[in-house]
């Protein structure tokens, strides 16, 4: 009861502040996913449901507005509700429930209400800061309850290994935001470097613990990147802090039998799991090529059953056999076909290369706040990405954040070089 009341109050709080500031309002409806109360109290209440009306309440009072478009950046998240309505009407055709079509594109249409908002209430430098600072505060907070929280109680334990305190992928929306850890650590302001260095191991730990090879690859993907794609002065830079994650990470959090679990990795035809990837990558190209306009946003495991042979079927909650696609493209392609993932993709593939333009135009040996935001979203997103290949990862909520959050950091970083070459 403890738990749920100081929740509430927290809740109360922030409601309150909403009123007053649309950008508190903001941090509230993102915190209000990342603290996910539902585990640790004894309540269903919907917690990010009610920031959510109350961010949209005072926008209505305040009339935020955001910073000035430059060009085309808003693109990215016109595609994101163009997305949307082809997952809608795919409840027309939907091969089994229109029902779950529409209950669960409603879902995502809620998280792209709130990039949307993002975008109007995040007007400067400074409201990026906090908005990222309170992302990292509570993926810390993620990992905290996942570690320690379980292990004192604190946390049920259902709640352990690779199902996590999230309300979606607990992995995933961890190493979404791993580089900006690891580049604040050494480039952000003072409040950045204290919270980075203190969080970074137990984050680290987090991923561990959910014994999850698909991550363990990813971060080593978003390390190799860190070493070869970032400029070379920064990457000179950031050298304490790698070795110090890598060294913490192989010798001191990964316990005995973890690095054997990985060795997996290289007999994919070998191990049970890994092999079923290629099986049900077969099953999803089968089910394009009959569904090319897609078989219903998410009625792709109720499909399953025609594609796979039964042992290959897992029994949900309701005492059905079926499948997920375990992977965000093949699940994106047979749910909304082939229109759904060409605007998907053009969604997040026009993010990473907004990124890549704000990275690629920064100053090298000095980049501002925006440029190492900027930094940190790429790599986390060809990290989630990466991971995308053998898991359903394409609802995480914070990777269309990222959307948001680069629309608001191309305009911050335009007015940033206009005032740069003015005042040369």
């Known amino acids: ?6 929740y509430l109050l927290l809740l109360v709080l922030g409601v309150g502040a909403t009123l007053v500031s649309p950008l508190i309002g903001a941090i509230s409806c993102l915190l ?6 539902v585990v640790v109290t004894d309540s269903d209440f919907r917690f990010q449901l009610v920031a959510t009306l109350a961010l949209l309440v005072s926008i209505v009072l305040n009339r935020p507005r955001g910073p000035q478009p430059v060009g085309n950046e808003g693109r990215v998240l016109v595609a994101l509700w163009v997305y949307i309505a082809i997952g809608a009407l795919s409840a027309l055709w939907a091969q089994v429930s229109a029902q779950a079509a529409i209950d669960n594109i409603f879902e995502v249409a809620k998280t792209v209400l709130l990039c949307s908002l993002l975008v109007v209430v995040i007007h400067d430098v400074r409201g990026l800061s906090y908005v990222m600072f309170a992302c990292l505060v509570g993926v ?6 996942h570690t320690i929280g379980v292990r004192l109680g604190y946390v049920p334990e259902q709640f352990g290994r690779e199902t996590g305190v999230l309300p979606e992928s607990h992995a995933a929306v961890l190493v979404l935001f791993i580089p900006t850890m690891f580049l604040l650590a050494m480039r952000g302001r003072r409040y950045e470097r204290i919270l980075c260095w203190c969080a970074l191991s137990i984050v680290l730990n987090s991923v561990v613990v959910t014994y ?16 070869f794609v970032l400029p070379r002065r920064l990457t000179f830079k950031l050298a304490p802090i790698l070795i110090f994650g890598v060294g913490l990470f192989v010798f001191r959090l990964t316990p005995e039998n973890y690095w054997d679990w990985i060795a997996t990795i290289q007999r994919p035809t070998e191990e049970g799991s890994a092999n079923s990837r290629f099986l049900i990558n077969e099953a999803s190209r089968k089910m394009l090529m009959d569904h090319p306009m897609g078989v219903g946003y998410r009625n792709y495991p109720k499909v399953s059953p025609r594609y796979l042979a039964r042992e290959l079927l897992t029994v949900d909650a309701s005492n059905e056999s079926q499948r997920s696609a375990h992977n965000s493209y093949y699940s994106v392609a047979c749910e ?3 229109p759904g993932f060409a605007v998907w ?3 997040f593939g026009g993010t990473l290369w907004q990124l890549r333009r704000i990275r690629k135009t920064s100053d090298p040996e000095h980049p501002g706040s925006v440029a190492i935001y900027a930094m940190g979203m790429e790599l986390g997103l060809y990290g989630w990405l990466a991971g995308g290949m053998t898991m359903s990862e394409h609802e995480v909520d914070p990777a269309y954040w990222f959307v948001a959050f ?8 335009h007015q940033e070089r206009r005032a740069t070459h003015g005042r040369a």
Do not use: D, E, S, W
């Open 32 to 37: 209000a996913y990342l603290l996910n109360p």
């Open 406 to 413: 680069t629309v608001v950091a191309t305009r911050l970083h």
């Open 140 to 145: 810390f907070h993620a990992a905290l309850l």
């Open 345 to 347: 993709c053009f969604a």
């Open 212 to 227: 999850m090879r698909t991550y363990f690859l990813a971060m080593c993907i978003q390390l190799v990147l860190l070493l």
């Open 336 to 338: 909304t076909g082939v």
């Open 1 to 6: 009861m403890m738990k749920t009341t100081l």
